[in-house]
Nanobody, 129 residues
């Protein structure tokens, strides 16, 4: 059973930084490198949205426009972990952040709902002074 565990959330002041981690386990009959990993967020009263994704294999990346230049996604296949470095945080980044995993073509951005994802439990990020 594939499991994802997020960590690294917390309270940070505007302009600050956080690094989120998504640790995966349960790849008994498969390779972690075959999976695309995405970071999503959901603010109160809003729909879940894709923030950034990284593909298995070549490591192709996607970023939501509003986080380009501020967030960086990376993966360490040996540790089966994906990171999201978040810099220059602002109040609009406040949300519960979830990581998701899926195989096949990388569906991210506005089309992420076309496929099924495995989900973690989420980690809260609050940007406030």
């Amino acid at each position: 059973q594939l499991q994802l565990v997020e960590s690294g959330g917390g309270l940070v002041q505007p302009g600050g930084s956080l690094r989120l981690s998504c640790a995966a386990s349960g790849f008994t009959f498969d390779s972690y490198n075959n999976y695309n990993i995405g970071w999503f967020r959901q603010a109160p009263g809003k729909e879940r949205e894709a923030v950034s994704c990284i593909s298995g294999g070549e490591g192709t990346t996607y970023y939501k426009d509003s986080v380009k230049g501020r967030f960086t996604i990376s993966r360490d296949n040996a540790k089966e972990t994906v990171y999201l470095q978040m810099n220059s945080l602002n109040s609009e980044d406040t949300a519960v952040y979830y990581c998701g995993a899926t195989k096949g073509p990388l569906y991210c951005g506005s089309v992420w709902k076309r496929i099924q994802w495995y989900w973690g439990q989420g980690t809260q990020v609050t940007v406030s002074s």
